[in-house]
């Protein structure tokens, strides 16, 4: 089973390079939910921060890196599927 971590927070006490180090520490913390990939995407405007750690049983391309980005690059998903 996949691992899927993520945050958001209305605080500014922290820098966007402080959130993305907490985002990447708490996937990082469930590393053995998913030692195929791992992936993390972080809102420049706002603090939301989504990761994932990825356990490829049927998919084992690189297109189910995630967290995945729509096209346009207006939406952000992370799932387990």
């Known amino acids: 089973?996949?691992?899927?971590?993520?945050?958001?927070?209305?605080?500014?006490d922290q820098s966007q390079t402080e959130l993305h180090i907490?985002?990447?520490?708490?996937?990082t913390a469930?590393?053995?939910?998913?030692p195929d990939s791992a992936g993390t995407w972080q809102d420049p405007d706002i603090n939301l921060l989504l990761g994932h750690r990825r356990l490829a049983i049927l998919d084992l391309t690189p297109e189910g890196h995630q967290p995945m980005t729509s096209p346009s690059?207006?939406?952000?998903?992370t799932y387990n599927g």
């Open 73 to 77: 690059d207006r939406y952000v998903l």
């Open 30 to 34: 469930i590393a053995h939910r998913g």
């Open 22 to 27: 907490i985002g990447k520490a708490m996937a």
């Open 1 to 12: 089973m996949c691992g899927i971590t993520g945050f958001f927070t209305n605080s500014s």
